[in-house]
């Protein structure tokens, strides 16, 4: 079956007469302890419940692995992150999402791990980083610069090297790239952005091939006490039931905006591996089944014109966090340790919203900076 009929099918009850066609939310912290089928989930915090579990069976399904639901997208960076012995060495991409580039940075600071930051684009210096190290990160498209990581080539360097590869997928979802297919050890999800795609809902997920590193996960959820809410679960897998119209309606007005903002007097740059000129197409277009719905672009009149754009949006809501159904904007550079953006990108998420009305909204906006 195709990608968007597992999202659709995957993490069903069984198909017989009388069932209900989305496992329910159960809402229970325990269950009757000795029930057969039942005996690993007498605790939910331990076992899961049934709701957390048709959701893992669709992200699983989709990515090629099992999958282990998390409170938040950093609780399973952290589930995976936190499988590494005290000490290790982790190659990080430079640019990367700027919680994650928190924790990594906080926690390295205490002696938790050391850190090689890397250019994902250079495969050969990555690949150089990656000989020594415990774990390879990885992002690509990279949250917000859009870089491209060449992922079959960093997964097969890593793996004879030994070293565990970690991907977090969220940008791209498992429609447009699966990245344990292109050899990596873990994938990780911000459920919280396309896959809930109406931002009403924080969770995370991880999903690996490896049942040994899938339980070493579900220890870690266990232990940290890491579980998504019951409601979230519910709403993240009917989130993900309509995920791949969603996607494509995104990333159908991305692709238009993209190359509109390109020819527009007010922008300098557009980020977007969509368009042909953009460094990481080639790369993109081989390993991924579409460019997806974010795209950057940075504004020639520099930070204060990005800030009156942001502002001057009526459609596109100015806000942090993406992959909802409502388009989302924000000038990066604005969070602490995003150093390294340029201080006029703007981030935006493209929603289902008509791109015309989209495309008058951004127009507007810009045409005011100049
Ligand atoms: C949002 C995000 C996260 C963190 O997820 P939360 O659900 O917000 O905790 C991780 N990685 C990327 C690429 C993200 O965009």
């Given at each position: 079956m195709r990608p968007e009929t597992v999202a659709v099918t995957a993490g069903r009850p069984p198909d017989r007469p009388g069932e209900p066609l989305n496992v329910p939310i159960v809402m229970a912290s325990n269950f009757r302890a000795g029930s057969?089928?039942?005996?690993?989930?007498?605790?939910?915090?331990?076992?899961?419940?049934?709701?957390?579990?048709?959701?893992?069976a669709a992200v699983g399904a989709l990515e090629g692995g099992h999958a282990t639901a998390f409170a938040s997208g950093m609780a399973a960076v952290f589930a995976v992150l936190d499988l590494l012995p005290i000490g290790s060495r982790v190659v990080v991409p430079s640019d990367s999402y700027s919680t994650l580039r928190a924790l990594l940075r906080t926690d390295g600071a205490r002696g938790r791990w050391k850190l090689d930051y890397v250019d994902v684009t250079d495969t050969d210096a990555v690949l150089t980083a990656a000989e020594s190290?415990?774990?390879?990160?990885?992002?690509?498209?990279?949250?917000?610069?859009?870089?491209?990581?060449?992922?079959?080539?960093?997964?097969?360097?890593a793996r004879a090297a030994g070293t565990l590869v970690a991907v977090d997928n969220t940008f791209a979802t498992p429609l447009l790239?699966?990245?344990?297919?292109?050899?990596?050890?873990?994938?990780?999800?911000?459920?919280?952005?396309?896959?809930?795609?109406?931002?009403?809902?924080?969770?995370?997920?991880?999903?690996?091939?490896?049942?040994?590193?899938?339980?070493?996960?579900?220890?870690?959820?266990?232990?940290?006490?890491?579980?998504?809410?019951?409601?979230?679960?519910?709403?993240a897998l009917r989130g993900l039931r309509t995920m791949a119209v969603r996607l494509a309606a995104g990333q159908r007005s991305a692709g238009e905006l993209a190359e509109r903002l390109h020819a527009h007097p007010a922008v300098s740059r557009v980020r977007y591996p969509g368009l042909a000129d953009d460094p990481g197409h080639s790369r993109a277009a081989a390993q991924m089944d579409g460019f997806g719905a974010v795209l950057s672009f940075e504004v020639s009149g520099g930070e204060q014109a990005a800030d009156r754009v942001c502002e001057g949006l009526g459609v596109i809501r100015a806000a942090t966090s993406l992959g909802g159904v409502e388009s989302t904007i924000e000038r990066r550079a604005k969070l602490p340790g995003q150093e390294h953006v340029p201080a006029s990108l703007l981030r935006l998420s493209v929603g289902c919203e008509h791109v015309e009305d989209l495309w008058e909204d951004l127009d507007q906006a810009l045409n005011r900076t100049l």
């Open positions: 057969p089928g039942l005996a690993t989930v007498e605790y939910s915090r331990d076992g899961g419940t049934p709701t957390w579990r048709a959701l893992e190290a415990d774990l390879l990160w990885l992002e690509s498209p990279t949250n917000p610069l859009m870089d491209v990581a060449d992922l079959a080539r960093l997964c097969a360097g790239q699966r990245p344990l297919t292109l050899g990596a050890d873990f994938v990780v999800h911000s459920g919280t952005k396309f896959i809930g795609g109406h931002s009403d809902l924080l969770i995370g997920l991880t999903v690996t091939a490896d049942e040994d590193l899938n339980e070493q996960l579900g220890t870690r959820r266990e232990l940290a006490g890491a579980t998504p809410g019951g409601l979230e679960a519910y709403l």
